[in-house]
C-alpha cells in the first residue's frame, strides 16, 4: 500500500522547509504533497522551488482552512494511488525517525482507521482525548474548571506508553489515516475554518465502525502553535475555537437549545474579556 504525507502552508516557508528536509529522504514515503493555503507572502515561490518527482506543491485560490488544505492533499492521494495511507502532518513536527512510521503503519488492522503517536509538547505529552459532550465542553469553557476537568478528558502516558491503546480523537498535529476511510467519511469538514476537526473526525469515524489508535511505543516532537500564532491573535484563536465549538455540538452532538444559548453567552463573555485585555497589554507596551 501506498504512503502518502500531507502538509498544509501558510506562510511558513522555513517549517515547511525543515520538514521536507526530514522526510523526503524516507524511502517508506511515495509522495510528499505540500498544499499551500493561498499564502500572502513569498512562502509559495520559494515552496516551488522543492517540487520535484516525490514532492507535490497545490494551490489553494483562497484560504479555506486547516480542514480544507488537508482535503485537498488528502484527495490528491487518493486519486493517484486509491487505498493508501496518509500521514497528516502540521509543519512544526518533529518526526525522529523513519523506523517510527513504519511502527505506525503497522499499527493497522482492517478495523483501524487513524493511528497516532504520542505527542511531545513543550508542556508534556498529548496523548489523545474523549470527545467531549455539550455540557463537557460548557465545563471546558469556564476558567477555574477547564484545567482540571480538562485531564479527566484526556488520556495519560500511564495509559499510552508502550501500549497500543484505543482513543477517541487525536490531535490533528500529526496522524496517519487510511485513504479509503477518510473518503468514505466525507473528508474533512469545511465549515470550520480551525479547531475542532478532531472531533468531528472522531465522530464520523464512529458511524462507521472503526477505530482510533494510539501507538505509545513511538513519539514526535510538537513546537505546539508556533505556526498558528505567526498569523493569528490571541483573541482571533479563542473566536475560532468557539466557533468550531458550538458549530461541532450544534451539528453532530444535537446540542439542545439551552446548551446552544450558554455556549454562545459564554463566548461572548470571554472573547469580550480577552480584547480587553490585549488592548490593555497592547497600552502597556506603548506606554
Not at 477505530?211 to 484563536?237: A, L, M, P, Y
Request: with cysteine; proline share 1%; hydrophobic share 35%.
Amino acid at each position: 500500500m501506498k504512503t502518502g504525507f500531507v502538509m498544509v502552508n501558510y506562510n511558513d516557508y522555513e517549517n515547511v522547509k525543515k520538514m521536507v528536509e526530514m522526510v523526503s529522504s524516507y524511502s517508506i514515503i511515495d509522495t510528499i504533497v505540500i498544499v499551500d493555503n493561498c499564502s500572502t507572502d513569498d512562502s509559495l515561490s520559494k515552496i516551488k522551488k522543492l517540487e520535484n518527482e516525490k514532492i507535490v506543491i497545490l494551490e489553494n485560490a483562497h484560504n479555506g482552512g486547516y480542514g480544507a488544505g488537508l482535503n485537498r492533499g488528502a484527495k490528491y492521494l487518493v486519486e493517484q494511488y486509491g487505498d493508501c495511507i496518509i500521514i497528516m502532518s502540521n509543519t512544526d513536527i518533529v518526526i525522529y525517525s523513519e523506523k517510527d512510521i513504519q511502527t505506525l503503519i503497522e499499527t493497522f488492522d482492517d478495523k483501524t482507521a487513524v493511528v497516532a503517536p504520542m505527542i511531545r509538547e513543550h508542556t508534556g505529552y498529548n496523548c489523545g482525548w474523549k470527545v467531549p459532550s455539550p455540557w463537557q465542553d460548557i465545563l471546558l469553557s469556564l476558567p477555574g474548571v477547564y484545567k482540571k476537568y480538562q485531564r479527566k478528558m484526556h488520556y495519560t502516558v500511564e495509559q499510552v506508553k508502550h501500549n497500543i491503546v484505543e482513543v477517541e480523537a487525536v490531535s490533528g498535529s500529526f496522524f496517519l489515516i487510511k485513504g479509503k476511510d477518510l473518503e468514505t467519511v466525507g473528508y474533512f469538514d469545511e465549515n470550520m475554518f480551525l479547531y475542532y476537526e478532531e472531533n468531528v473526525l472522531a465522530k464520523k469515524l464512529q458511524q462507521i465502525h472503526q477505530k482510533t489508535v494510539i501507538n505509545g511505543n513511538v513519539e514526535v516532537f510538537h513546537n505546539h502553535s508556533v505556526t498558528i500564532d505567526q498569523v493569528h491573535t490571541s483573541v482571533q484563536k479563542y473566536k475560532n475555537l468557539k466557533r468550531s465549538q458550538y458549530y461541532f455540538q450544534s451539528k453532530y452532538n444535537h446540542a439542545g437549545i439551552l446548551n446552544q444559548i450558554l455556549m454562545k453567552i459564554l463566548f461572548t463573555f470571554f472573547a469580550f474579556c480577552l480584547k480587553i485585555r490585549a488592548t490593555v497589554n497592547r497600552d502597556k507596551k506603548v506606554i
